[in-house]
């Protein structure tokens, strides 16, 4: 914590042990203290080691790496981002299994993507509130980048297709994007739709901390609204590499700022099959964030808009899921690239294309649905 009591950016582990490594560097005997030091606390904990030695940030992410550890933040005392300061800093490292041991391949018997139920058509209702987002992640299914072609959602269409969605029995609406914090009337559109049905908003929690869009996010109500979060590794090697550079601390910090604002965080991990084997490390750290496991997803690339592989998506292989955009109605939100998912050139009435997509279900149904599977997206 900073002198003043508040959280220092990238503050955000509770660390189950301290370490002053002083001036030590890695060659130096820091190692042997920093690995007794893992060993006295439980795999899952964190450890938070000081140090003053700048050789330990350059060192300290390989090492990390070899002996399974995650290497979760470094904090600069002065203030300055992550290894630009003049130091010292605080790094926190989450205890894990060496690659190869017996604990670590127990550990990763079982990894599974999260699974998820159906929901019937008609009672979740997806929004993608514009294309454009600050980040450009590097499988992101909607193809989004801060050079898409916003295609902002107006509110007055938001608002009635709840109108109809609500009056067809609706009980869900999930609002995406692109970062829907960049759509200039997000505040009116979620307000609308908030005073009527629960609202989840996928965000990457960057780009809300200040100005009018701190002001829209503090005037939603929490308990209509919640925030999930996308975070794809407990440590910023895979976030960062999927993402950008910096992206996994914003995101840390934007998951804080949401949860002492007094939102409900749910917080959602994209990766590809190889990767799969971090999510142990992502639970661990989030369940020392405070979030629950029935708040944490765990799902794959889908093999749509920027990404180069991934799940196949097609009306055979995942359940349906309406979302309406500018252009019209798809199948399900991963898929709103993809014409051959488009169920409507337009993204009003509902009704029709939610009719459309039950006839396909009842044909589909009358066959083999052998081999489709729900695609968890919240």
Do not use: K
Request: glycine share 10%; proline share 7%.
């Amino acid at each position: 914590m900073t002198p003043s009591g508040t959280r220092a950016p990238g503050d955000v582990w509770v660390p189950a042990a301290e370490l002053d490594g002083g001036n030590d560097d890695c060659g130096s005997g820091l190692l042997l203290s920093l690995t007794g030091s893992l060993r006295r606390i439980d795999v899952g904990q964190v450890l938070l080691l000081h140090t003053r030695e700048p050789s330990v940030l350059a060192d300290l992410p390989a090492w990390a790496r070899l002996a399974g550890h995650e290497l979760l933040s470094v904090v600069d005392g002065s203030g300055a981002p992550a290894g630009r300061g003049a130091g010292p800093w605080r790094i926190s490292i989450l205890r894990g299994e060496r690659p190869g041991s017996a604990a670590a391949a127990q550990a990763a018997e079982g990894l599974s993507f999260t699974a998820g139920a159906m929901a019937p058509v008609g009672t979740r209702l997806w929004l993608y509130s514009n294309f454009h987002c600050n980040l450009a992640c590097d499988y992101c299914c909607a193809g989004s980048s801060p050079q898409a072609d916003p295609r902002l959602l107006a509110p007055d269409v938001a608002a009635a297709a709840v109108d109809e969605f609500l009056a067809m029995g609706g009980r869900e609406l999930l609002i995406t994007g692109g970062e829907p914090f960049l759509h200039p009337e997000l505040g009116a559109i979620v307000t609308d739709a908030a005073a009527r049905v629960p609202v989840v908003i996928l965000t990457n929690a960057m780009v809300f901390g200040r100005g009018a869009r701190r002001a829209t996010l503090e005037a939603m109500d929490r308990g209509r609204v919640a925030l999930q979060v996308s975070l794809d590794s407990a440590g910023p090697r895979i976030h960062d590499r999927q993402r950008g550079a910096g992206s996994h601390a914003r995101a840390l910090d934007g998951i804080a700022l949401a949860r002492e604002l007094g939102f409900r965080v749910r917080v959602a991990a994209t990766l590809y099959e190889e990767d799969l084997s971090s999510a142990p490390h992502l639970h661990a750290v989030l369940e020392n964030l405070g979030i629950p496991e029935t708040d944490r997803i765990i799902r794959p690339v889908a093999d749509e808009g920027f990404a180069d592989g991934g799940v196949h998506i097609s009306l055979d292989t995942v359940e349906p899921e309406p979302t309406l955009t500018t252009e019209g109605i798809w199948w399900h939100p991963v898929g709103v690239t993809n014409e051959h998912l488009r169920v409507s050139a337009e993204p009003l009435p509902l009704a029709p294309a939610f009719e459309t997509i039950r006839d396909v279900l009842a044909v589909q149904a009358a066959g083999s649905d052998e081999g489709r599977s729900v695609f968890r997206c919240t």
